[in-house]
C-alpha cells in the first residue's frame, strides 16, 4: 500500500524541513501522531536516530518506533517505522516549495488486505494532507 500528498508553501524548502524534520512537533501538524520524543540521546534528525511517535485514531492508541532513514536539509526528510516508510521530499520553488509526503507499507499480504479493508488507506491519504496544510499554515506564519 503506498499514497502521497503534496502541497505549494511559501517558504523557503529549507524553513519547510526544519519544522518536518523537528519530530517533536509532529504533533502540531499530524492529526494522528500526537506526541514525539527523541530516543537514545538523539537529539536532532540525523541518519540512524531513533524517536518514539505517540499515535491516536479515535479512541484507538498506539506507539512507533521510528529510525531516520534520509536527513537532507530542504531535501528530504525519511523515516521506517517497521511496517511502513515515511517521506518528506522539498523542492524549491520560486518563492516557496513544493512538499512532498509518502508513504509506501511492508507489511505481509493479511495485513495489507486487512487495512484495505478497513479503509486504512483513505484515512492515510486524509491524514498526509491535513498534516500537509498544517505545516504550510505555520512556515507561512512566520
Known amino acids: 500500500m503506498r499514497g502521497e500528498a503534496r502541497i505549494r508553501v511559501e517558504a ?3 524553513k519547510v524541513w526544519d519544522l518536518v524534520a523537528d519530530v517533536t512537533r509532529m504533533g502540531e501538524w499530524s492529526p494522528e501522531t500526537y506526541r514525539a520524543v527523541w530516543l ?43 511496517s511502513t516508510h515515511w517521506r518528506y521530499e522539498f523542492h524549491g520553488r ?21 487495512s484495505r479493508l478497513t479503509l486504512r488507506d483513505r484515512a492515510l491519504q486524509r491524514g498526509m494532507q491535513k498534516t500537509l496544510e498544517h505545516l504550510k499554515a505555520a512556515a507561512e506564519a512566520g
Do not use: Q
Open 40 to 82: 537514545d540521546g538523539a537529539t536532532g534528525p540525523t541518519v540512524g536516530a531513533r524517536f518514539r511517535g505517540d499515535n491516536r485514531m479515535g479512541l484507538v492508541k498506539w506507539s512507533t518506533t521510528p529510525t531516520i532513514t534520509a536527513a537532507t536539509r530542504g531535501e528530504e526528510f525519511a523515516f521506517d517505522t517497521g
Open 94 to 114: 520560486e518563492g516557496g516549495c513544493e512538499v512532498t509526503e509518502s508513504y509506501e507499507t511492508h507489511m505481509n499480504v493479511l495485513l495489507e488486505l486487512a
Open 12 to 14: 523557503p524548502a529549507e
